[in-house]
């Protein structure tokens, strides 16, 4: 019954632990199952900065090697886990035509509002943002503070804006890949931008396109590891 609800979801939120090797393994028979074959899906991802969409057009039209692939996109520098982890969501999206969706904000930027909060950038690089990003979510900041154990040394107001500025951009260029190519977006971002429907899914990017575009029978839907491992296990 899952995968048939979700088939029916314009947009579809799954939370990734990005070490996790089931999850990942989870992830990729949740492509799979969404992607049909309509040829209208796409899978976001978290890790890169949509600055590097060109590569991942590159490799999705079979014009990059993986080495060329891994190079183009600074694996290491822009993910940090280990490849062979995504390696089969890569290969399967471009074996079968499902474009990949950059999301992410620049790293740059990410870093800096990290140290010095929104104010600290330039009006050009204020620019390269969502004109809205909300601050004031109490539940979501809440929700990012049980997260702060993991982030020993960071400064928690201003990485809270980061954190923000990370949900705000991925949840605006989701809506903007879905306004001009319309179909449906399966977003693979880190568990904390997506669990209680906070994050990504509660962001005013995400509101305005469920207003837009969205008809009756379709929905915006957040799933975790554990209800796919007892979908899928069952």
């Known amino acids: 019954a ?29 492509v799979k199952q969404l992607a049909g074959d309509q040829g209208d899906f796409a899978v976001g991802l978290e890790m890169f900065p949509k600055s590097l ?8 039209a ?12 600074n694996w290491y520098k822009s993910c940090g886990f280990p490849y062979r982890l995504f390696r089969p969501i890569f290969l399967f999206c471009r074996e079968n035509k499902i474009p990949l969706v950059a999301l ?25 943002l969502p004109a809205e990003i909300v601050l004031t979510d109490v539940e979501h900041r809440r929700h990012f503070e049980e997260t702060m154990p993991y982030h020993p040394g960071m400064r928690i107001d201003t990485f809270y804006e980061a ?3 990370w949900d705000e951009t991925m949840a605006d260029r989701g809506a903007a890949w879905l306004k001009a190519h319309g179909g449906r977006l399966l977003f693979i971002a880190g568990s904390g931008h997506v669990r209680h429907r906070r994050g990504i899914p509660g962001q005013p990017a995400e509101d305005d396109h469920r207003q837009d575009t969205e008809e009756d029978s379709a929905a915006e839907v957040a799933v975790t590891i554990n209800e796919l491992r007892i979908t899928i296990d069952d």
């Open 163 to 165: 954190f923000c500025v």
């Open 2 to 30: 899952l995968w048939a609800d979700l088939r029916k979801a314009t947009v579809v939120h799954f939370a990734d632990t990005h070490d996790h090797v089931r999850g990942h393994a989870l992830e990729l028979e949740a």
């Open 53 to 60: 969409q060109p590569i991942l057009d590159k490799w999705n």
């Open 62 to 73: 079979g014009e990059l090697s993986e080495w060329e692939f891994m190079e183009g996109v």
């Open 104 to 128: 992410n904000a620049p790293p740059d930027i990410n870093r800096k509002v990290g140290r010095g909060g929104l104010k600290s950038l330039t009006d050009e690089e204020r620019a390269l």
